[in-house]
């Protein structure tokens, strides 16, 4: 492997002569484990997005030359579109500033701004990763916003389109099959008749409330800690550079970005990423309630309730031929479980903050843009690969809901609670059905009986009277 030598002010250090990094980031590889995960493609391309957004503003306010501020901003564009993925090697376990990662970024950059002037990787000039790149920016301001930017773009661009798709896979459902009545269970056991309209609603709405929660931490994200440099006072920062940042950053990204009045508090605090990350946990609490309701209707095809039937996903059992299980659900499940855990990192982090700053960054902001990449990525395959197939079996739902004991429900009016316990005990001690029971007990004739025991009528609702609901 060919090997070149860079030099800073710490003395010479050897890096992979294909390789755009530079000397404080291989120095890093040398002090920090790197077995860990890196931080997501995600985070490093809204670097690309920032220090462009820098490079622009400090153009504008000039302090930097347009030779060089329009070269960094060329380098910027590339590692916003991806380009230099593959020179990031650092590990989430870095200093909790996030420094290294920020040095590897303004090296990255210094070295293809310094290549489109024509000098070799390693020469530092006529672009310097610190005097240039980094230029009126602190890791300190800079991580904390590249982490706001990341979060916008992956929430705005991700998640939050991926529910409105699964509202709509509801609403879908909804419109085809919510005329089927199915038994409702409460603590398990047979409740009364429900329509399967209600089913779906109810998973819709606890979907469309997740996104408003969601959708309703953006305002907070968009406001940035740039310009407040080390530790919040913005010293060698240009008067305006927030403004003129959050002005090119909005330019560039079609996001209104506004600076922080108080940048220390986007600095040493991260409550609105705390925010993002909470109401991400609720999206998984609900999404877990809807699968386990959805993989325990579609339980079969022969043993268990199977009132469901999700499409065949071309997958079996390792010793069972032909089994056919859940797999897409159980994926989502475990992203979920995942969040969950996800969240307690980004609480415990979010309270790491220590006076002016907060040391917890790279895992923080890794565990929040894992939750909502894992999220998105696994609901849309759910909707894709289960909901959009998904049959009713009407036969196994009529089956069950003819089989009830609780259709005696609507007879209570009639006949009052305990006559109406009466007939539902004698049924089941007897293997008997509510009519036989009813009357064996005399109770009330079966012209009236068949008139008041009306699943479909009792599933939407109301006081059951003979031939109406009130």
């Not at 095809?301 to 859940?326: F, Q, T, V, W």
């Amino acid at each position: 492997m060919a090997i070149r030598s860079e030099s800073d002010a710490s003395g010479a250090v050897d890096i992979p002569a294909d390789r755009y990094w530079g000397a404080q980031t291989a120095r890093a590889l040398k002090l920090f484990p790197q077995h860990g995960p890196r931080l997501p493609c995600g985070l490093l391309r809204a670097f690309g997005l920032q220090k462009a957004a820098a490079a622009r503003a400090n153009m504008a306010l000039g302090v930097i030359d347009h030779r060089r501020g329009e070269r960094i901003v060329v380098a910027a564009n590339a590692l916003r579109d991806g380009d230099f993925d593959d020179h990031f090697p650092l590990s989430i376990w870095q200093t909790g500033s996030g420094t290294q990662t920020n040095m590897n970024a303004n090296e990255v950059l210094a070295n293809r701004a310094n290549e489109l002037f024509g000098q070799p990787l390693g020469t530092r000039e006529p672009v310097h990763p610190n005097d240039h790149v980094n230029l009126g920016q602190s890791s300190n301001d800079t991580f904390p916003t590249v982490m706001h930017i990341a979060a916008v773009l992956e929430l705005e661009n991700g998640i939050l389109p991926t529910l409105g798709a699964l509202e709509a896979a509801f609403a879908r459902l909804e419109s085809d099959h919510g005329h089927h009545v199915r038994m409702g269970r409460t603590h398990l056991n047979d409740a009364v008749p429900v329509t399967l309209r209600q089913t779906f609603q109810s998973y819709g709405r606890q979907v469309g409330q997740a996104r408003k929660r969601i959708a309703a931490t953006m305002p907070d994200l968009k406001v940035l800690a740039q310009g407040g440099t080390a530790a919040g006072s913005g010293l060698n920062a240009e008067p305006g550079f927030d403004t003129a940042f959050c002005a090119a950053l909005s330019e560039a990204t079609g996001i209104d970005f506004v600076p922080n009045p108080v940048k220390v508090e986007g600095m040493a605090a991260h409550d609105a990423l705390v925010a993002a990350s909470a109401s991400l946990e609720g999206l998984a609490t609900g999404l877990i309630h809807i699968l386990n309701d959805i993989r325990l209707l579609a339980a079969g095809p022969r043993a268990g309730l199977a009132e469901l039937m999700l499409p065949d996903d071309g997958l079996s059992s390792s010793i069972m031929p032909g089994k056919r299980n859940a797999t897409l659900a159980e994926a989502l499940l475990q992203a979920c479980f995942r969040t969950i855990g996800n969240h307690t990192t980004v609480v415990w982090a979010a309270g790491s903050g220590l006076f002016e700053l907060n040391v917890a960054k790279p895992v923080l902001i890794h565990a929040l843009l894992e939750s909502a990449a894992a999220l998105n990525g696994t609901i849309a395959a759910f909707i894709e690969g289960a909901l959009d197939g998904l049959e009713i079996n009407d036969g196994r739902m009529r089956h069950y809901v003819d089989a009830s004991l609780m259709l005696a429900t609507a007879l209570t009016p009639r006949l009052g609670y305990d006559r109406v316990a009466e007939i539902t005990r004698l049924a089941e001690a007897e293997n008997l059905t509510l009519r036989e029971a009813s009357a064996r007990l005399g109770v009330i004739s079966m012209e009236e009986y068949d008139a008041l025991i009306d699943p479909v009528r009792m599933a939407n609702g109301g006081r059951m009277k003979e031939g109406k609901t009130e």
